[in-house]
């Protein structure tokens, strides 16, 4: 069986046997430089299709359009080995790396907004295939876009059965069902903070959900995209713990985090945007009367340390401690599985994925 190698530094010189690198593009075949194709409002089309087995190794697009959320309107799809529901559907900025249609220059390891202002989108996640593979971008704006695009992938004579199908799952809770006072200003009032922070949350029913799956497979990172809309006295957006249940064991869950910016690998109410392979803040829209106003963006990536599950997982986090905040949440979760994966939740229309206009606070 061909295996898919590793690209670290270490295996790079590694010669394979029977590996054909191949790529499909948008290139002018007239030899031309119209290097383009055209999705017209409400079009869908295939951008790469194969058969037999391989392994998508790399994705780069960028798009022209005239409407200011299409990254929030446009959406890429994914399947895999002639499944009929797609292992991938989401919106295609938030595939990307950042929600709130917003796009901006941004590095991880598996994910880049490039130069310039983001508008070069990358994707490194290897995405194994062994008899088929479908992608599709669907055009839900009211314009016309141009699509510009590189698939890099290689093709193999078999694949060993080891490699679970690449997923992505997009969710948004609009607003999140808090509890707290907005009217009581959590950091001067030491009563009602000490009432926030003695109410126990023992169960995950009022979190937010990241990703919830069945089958065998691993969890590889997600971005959290927190809209902090709702002006009050509770300006910051953490303190909720990630909850993570594996093979559908009870509370306690497998995974017991201490805080929203803990899990995503920050510390002390952050306000700086900040990049690195597997962790990161890529929007802070806070201003100084509020730090945390507005959109927020943040990812964390389980690449040296993926999350296994041989039955099931459920990744979830609180909106504020014990779930008290009121906010927009959005979020897109990334892993790998055996088909077949749990249907996923009914994708939004346009009009409920579109983000939160700016306020000016």
Known sequence: MMQIGNSSLTNIARLREGVSRERVSS????GGNQ???VLNPGET???????????????????????????RKIVLLAWWDGENDPSIACPIGDFFGIGHAIIKNFWSMPLQMSPENGKGFNC????????????????ETQSEVTLFFYVDYES?????????????????QNPTPGWGDDNRHFWIDKQYRDDIYGTSNLTAGKNYVILDAEGKGQYVGCHLDVDCFKLGKNRWWGEGDDMIFIDGLAFPPRLHGTGSE????????????????????TVNSGNTEWAWAGKNSVYRFHIEDPIYFE????????????NNLTNDYSSTAYWYQCEPHKPFPELLPVSLRLPREYIHF
Request: with cysteine.
């Open 35 to 37: 290097d383009y194709w």
């Open 311 to 322: 039955k099931s997982i459920l990744v979830t986090i609180e909106h504020g401690h014990a």
């Open 27 to 30: 290139w002018d075949k007239t």
């Open 124 to 139: 490194w996640f290897p995405m194994p295939f062994c008899e088929q593979v479908k992608i599709s971008i669907m055009n």
């Open 156 to 172: 193999y004579p078999s694949l060993d059965g080891g490699f679970g199908r690449f997923h992505t799952q997009w969710r948004r």
């Open 45 to 71: 089309q295939t951008i790469f299709e194969k058969t037999g087995a391989g392994c998508i190794k790399h994705i780069w697009i960028t798009l022209g359009c005239s409407e200011i959320h299409y990254a």
């Open 262 to 281: 803990d899990y995503f690998n920050m510390a002390y109410c952050p306000t700086q945007e900040y990049c690195s392979p597997y962790h990161g803040i």
